[in-house]
C-alpha cells in the first residue's frame, strides 16, 4: 500500500500525537494574512463565478475583458499589470479570446515586437450579457456587508497594498500560483475554447 505523497513520516505523527513535537513559532491559521485574504476572496468568487460559467468564460478571460472595456485598447504588459495577471498567463487567455473573436491584437508599427489588444463587439456582447448579473451580485454583497463598511474595505485593501508594495521583492512567477490553480480547474475543453458567437449572414 502506498504512503499518501504529504503524509507525514511515522515518527512525526506520534511526536504529534505524543505533544512531544518540537515547539514552532508560527501564528494560528486564523491569522494567516494569505489564507485569510483567500478564503475571503473564495467566499466573494462565489456570488460572481456562476456568471462565467452560465456564458463559458473563465474568472481571468472576463477580468481581461472588463479592463479592455474601461481602460480602452492597451499594450499586454499594461493589460497584464491591470488586470492582475501574470504575461504566460495573459498570453495563453489571450490566445482562447482571440479564437473566440473577443479580442482584437495589432502590432504597433514602430515597434513590431509590441502589440496593442482591443475589446472587439463580440466581447461587448459577452460583457453586455454577464454584467447585469455582475452588478447584481455586487449589489447583494454590498447588502449583506455594508456600503459603508465595504467602501472601508476597499480603502484597507487599497491602502495595504501601497504600503507593502514600497517594501515588497520582485515579483515571481509564484504570485501567479492562485491564478494558474483555478484555470487547472476549469476543463481543458472549457479553459480553451470560449463560446464563439454565431456567424451572421
Known amino acids: 500500500m502506498k504512503t499518501p505523497r504529504n503524509a507525514a513520516p511515522a515518527g512525526a505523527r506520534k511526536e504529534r500525537a505524543n505533544g512531544t513535537a ?16 483567500m ?7 462565489q456570488y460572481f463565478r456562476p456568471h462565467h460559467r452560465l456564458h463559458g468564460i473563465t474568472e481571468q478571460q472576463w477580468r481581461v475583458l472588463r479592463v479592455l472595456y ?35 491584437r495589432r502590432v504597433v508599427r514602430t515597434d513590431l515586437r509590441r502589440s496593442i489588444i482591443s475589446i472587439s463587439p463580440a466581447g461587448l456582447e459577452m460583457l453586455a450579457k454577464i454584467a447585469p448579473l455582475s452588478e447584481a451580485s455586487f449589489a ?28 515588497a521583492p520582485p515579483a515571481s ?18 479553459r480553451r475554447s470560449v463560446r464563439r458567437p454565431a456567424s451572421r449572414p
Request: hydrophobic share 35%.
Open 70 to 104: 474601461k481602460s480602452g485598447d492597451l499594450e499586454i504588459a499594461e493589460l497584464a499589470r491591470q488586470a492582475v495577471l501574470m504575461p504566460p498567463s495573459l498570453s495563453r487567455i489571450l490566445r482562447d479570446l482571440e479564437a473566440a473573436r473577443m479580442v482584437n
Open 39 to 45: 478564503r475571503a476572496r473564495e467566499a466573494v468568487m
Open 22 to 37: 518540537p515547539k514552532i513559532p508560527l501564528r494560528d491559521i486564523s491569522r494567516s494574512l494569505p489564507m485569510a485574504l
Open 173 to 190: 512567477p509564484e504570485t501567479e500560483e492562485e491564478e494558474q490553480e483555478g484555470e487547472r480547474r476549469q476543463p481543458r475543453s472549457r
Open 140 to 167: 447583494e454583497i454590498q447588502h449583506l456587508f455594508g456600503e459603508q463598511r465595504l467602501d472601508q474595505l476597499f480603502e484597507l485593501l487599497y491602502e495595504l497594498e501601497r504600503r507593502l508594495k514600497k517594501q
